[in-house]
């Protein structure tokens, strides 16, 4: 049901002026700039285009939405309309001041709108860059990193769990388990930061680290216990395996989880905002898998599944201490 939540995540960034907790005197000034000036006076977005299509360029710019005011640059200082544009190895350059704040989601799609409008002058070779591009561009990144980079971490995960536990469906119900626990830990960070703490949102690089520390802790968890596990279940079957090895790792397991959980939650008292978010929801995570996947679900699937968690490998085929001692106790009986 929590992981249910994740979805209502506001990962899509947030401004500077979002990104402390308190209000620091650079957002207080900054606020006051916004409102008295568009938001992007400061911060203007540069275009680069060819000397003959300047002009069509400067017009195809103030042509777009969210676009306050376009000036060619004509040299340091305060920008003159009625100079001439500086011109360098046959390129010009305009700022473009955006309606929005520089570091906006607004400016952002200001930004692609321009970008569409100026590429599509023939003959320019528009090039639009500054604070709000450069951001655009890092979220796109981020967003390409993070669907990229989670699928190729829980393949090699799997990997190396079948190698380790010499099976597949074991592995198989580690990494679900590890996945769950991450998007119940998300949807627990979106009820807090949006109804709690009432956070504008987060970046768009917290879902990845937030997934790369809680699978790294998480995977570390399900190896001490399953390792243990394995090795109990030779010699005593496998529902007896997990119960002892359940026995034997919960004391260290929810020791590590408790310390490494106080450990993060103490980035939750820095005044940025992202760091705050990060190790709130490593601590959270951290101990939903402490105290309900790796002490609860796990041993609760792998023992409903039973000798099948380990197929494919001889220790899913081979004869059960537990069931040969059932079978003997059946037989004395009936005889």
């Not at 399900?222 to 395996?241: P, Y």
């Not at 601590?283 to 898998?289: K, N, P, R």
Request: aromatic share 6%.
């Amino acid at each position: 049901m929590l992981a249910g939540f994740a979805s209502t995540l506001k990962a899509d960034g947030i401004t500077t002026t979002q990104a402390f907790v308190n209000r620091t005197d650079s957002v207080v000034g900054q606020e006051q700039l916004a409102a008295h000036f568009p938001g992007g006076l400061g911060t203007p977005t540069i275009v680069i285009s060819n000397e003959a299509q300047l002009a069509e360029v400067a017009a195809a710019a103030k042509a777009t939405p969210g676009v306050a005011s376009v000036l060619p640059y004509t040299g340091p200082g305060r920008p003159d309309p009625a100079a001439k544009p500086v011109i360098v190895d046959g390129r010009g350059l305009l700022q473009v001041t955006l309606e929005a704040a520089a570091d906006s989601p607004a400016a952002g799609d200001t930004v692609m709108a321009l970008r569409d409008n100026v590429h599509a002058v023939s003959g320019a070779d528009a090039l639009v860059g500054g604070q709000t591009a450069s951001q655009v561009d890092v979220n796109e990144a981020s967003r390409h990193d993070r669907n990229l980079i989670i699928p190729i971490v829980l393949a090699v995960i799997f990997l190396i769990l079948i190698l380790l536990l010499r099976a597949v469906v074991a592995p198989v119900l580690l990494i679900v388990t590890v996945v769950l626990s991450y998007f119940a830990t998300l949807g627990v960070c979106a009820l807090l930061f949006n109804h709690v703490f009432g956070f504008a949102g987060a970046d768009t690089s917290f879902p990845l680290f937030a997934f790369v520390f809680l699978v790294a802790l998480g995977v570390d968890y399900n190896i001490f216990l399953m390792t243990r596990v394995r090795e109990e279940s030779k010699k005593e079957g496998t529902h007896a395996g997990i119960l002892k090895g359940l026995t034997a790792t919960g004391g260290v397991i929810t020791s590590a989880g408790i310390v490494l959980a106080a450990t993060f939650l103490v980035l939750g008292v820095l005044p940025l905002v992202f760091l705050r978010e990060l190790g709130i929801a490593v601590a959270i995570g951290v101990l939903l898998d402490t105290f309900i996947v790796r002490s609860a679900l796990v041993p609760a699937l792998a023992y409903d599944i039973g000798q099948r968690i380990w197929w494919p490998s001889a220790l899913a085929r081979e004869p059960q201490p537990e069931l040969a001692a059932q079978e003997s106790e059946t037989a004395d009986a009936g005889t």
